[in-house]
């Protein structure tokens, strides 16, 4: 009965914690402001001028979004740290987002995956709160929605959706929190990030791999998710042919911790990068509190993965995967 009511008392607490604000449906005060076919001097139809306008110095800048759907890839890249906001009347629901940025970069047109993303952050410091950031090409070849090389950058309640490479984290530290992320191939990528996931919705819209780590040594890379739930994204039909991840290098290290998953996943839960260069011989590939009716009843672990232990899961927390210091500059509101 004391254990019962210990655990009822510390999801209560869990879920207090959860605190984002209702609403976000005015500007504040010396915002830049967006508002799709504006004609009110100042303001800019689009995201992609007003990026362009913010000053190159390092002020604190802050865009503000109104509902809409904008097209145009996004690159930031300035000094001073950035805050965007999109319009919502439920600031701590992604499904609630009004504002929508859209393009249909192809990286081998564009040379690179950072050059075809839709919303490339090259800026630290820098909060985005509900927007949906889609890359609409598709099935066949690379093409990101959201490139991040930025450091100290929170993503909240914010969508992405594509099909290969969707979430290209790969330089700094990340925080995605309370938000949604639609892929196939690959879809969460990089190779020196340092990331952190809670309370995602993670929508399998094909077959692969969620995750493609890239770690090449033995730093401080990590992805770790909390408490995050793997559906099948609409009109799809997924039936064991997704893993939590495949090795892009041979130092991946991604955790998959008190996960519900209802997209039925391979038996296995991770593999190889290939038959022929398998790059699992220094691999961490843990997962601990698996749960959901997707997986199946004969989980068979490949030997270079590992079911943790729960003090062995307890190590894995937001401090191991983004410092000690994270609360500086996380919105800890989309904590839960």
């Not at 952050?121 to 609409?136: A, P, R, W």
Request: include cysteine.
């Amino acid at each position: 009965m004391i254990l019962t009511i210990s655990l009822l008392l510390l999801q209560t607490l869990s879920v207090c914690a959860l605190s984002p604000p209702g609403s976000r449906t005015t500007p504040p005060s010396g915002a830049y402001i967006v508002r799709t076919g504006t004609t009110v001097s100042g303001e800019f139809k689009n995201l992609v001028s007003a990026v362009a306008a913010l000053p190159a110095d390092s002020s604190p800048q802050t865009i503000f979004i109104y509902p809409g759907t904008y097209t145009g890839q996004v690159l930031l890249q300035r000094s001073g740290p950035v805050t965007i906001y999109g319009y919502t009347t439920n600031a701590g629901s992604q499904a609630a987002n009004q504002v929508t940025l859209t393009a249909a970069g192809n990286a081998t047109a564009a040379g690179s995956d950072d050059a075809s993303g839709t919303l490339r952050i090259h800026t630290n410091n820098v909060k985005v709160y509900n927007i949906n950031v889609k890359n609409s090409v598709g099935p066949g070849v690379q093409a990101i929605a959201l490139s991040n090389y930025g450091d100290m950058v929170g993503l909240y309640a914010c969508g992405f959706y594509g099909y290969q490479d969707t979430v290209y984290t790969n330089q700094g530290r990340h925080a995605f929190l309370q938000g949604y992320i639609a892929g196939a191939v690959d879809f969460i990528f990089g190779k020196l990030s340092q990331a952190y996931f809670e309370g995602n919705t993670i929508a399998i819209a094909g077959s692969g791999a969620i995750t493609a780590n890239g770690r090449s040594a033995d730093d401080a890379g990590i992805y770790l998710f909390d408490r995050n739930t793997i559906a099948t994204a609409p009109s799809v039909s997924v039936n064991g042919n997704y893993f939590f991840g495949r090795p892009w290098r041979d130092y991946a290290r991604v955790i998959f911790k008190n996960t519900v998953v209802t997209a039925p996943i391979n038996a296995a839960l991770w593999e190889r990068w290939s038959s022929a260069t398998p790059m699992t011989d220094h691999v961490t590939y843990d997962d601990y509190n698996t749960t959901g009716s997707g997986v199946p009843n004969n989980v068979q672990r490949p030997s270079f993965a590992t079911l943790l232990t729960a003090s062995q899961a307890a190590t894995f927390t937001i401090a191991t995967s983004l410092g000690s210091d994270y609360a500086n500059w996380v919105d800890t509101s989309y904590l839960f």
